[in-house]
């Protein structure tokens, strides 16, 4: 199970991070990814992390501006954003893969977290 949260309102520039906490004994061996979707447009990737922490991927649009990380004894999943831009608003998600081919692919990862509302104003 997965639960993100540290979604909120935020002017343009700003910062906010999003946690993800997950329950389950496999965390460790679960590569995770960061996923938003806004109203109208089809879910994206934002940021992935594989199970070791020792390798992330990021969209061409959050490069350099966001950065994932994790602390495995803790379960948890971290998204550092900066710079924060009225187009990143959407609902955030953290999702979990066992295995993937293709980590910027949604079907690809098997749980889901219930998202958390980013909104950054003008």
Do not use: H
Request: proline residues 2%; charged residues 20%.
């Amino acid at each position: 199970q997965l639960q993100a949260s540290g979604g909120g309102l935020v002017q343009a520039g700003g910062s906010l991070r999003l946690s993800c906490a997950a329950s389950g004994r496999t965390f460790s061996r679960l590569n995770m990814g960061w996923f938003r979707q806004a109203p109208g447009k089809e879910r994206e990737f934002v940021a992935g992390i594989n199970w070791s922490g020792g390798t992330t991927y990021y969209a061409d649009s959050t490069k350099g501006r966001f950065s994932i990380s994790r602390d495995n004894a803790k379960k948890m999943v971290y998204l550092q954003m900066s710079s924060l831009k009225p187009e990143d608003t959407a609902v955030y998600y953290c999702a979990a893969a066992r295995y993937y081919s293709d980590y910027e692919a949604a079907n690809e990862y098997e749980y889901w977290g219930q998202g958390t509302l980013v909104t950054v104003s003008s």
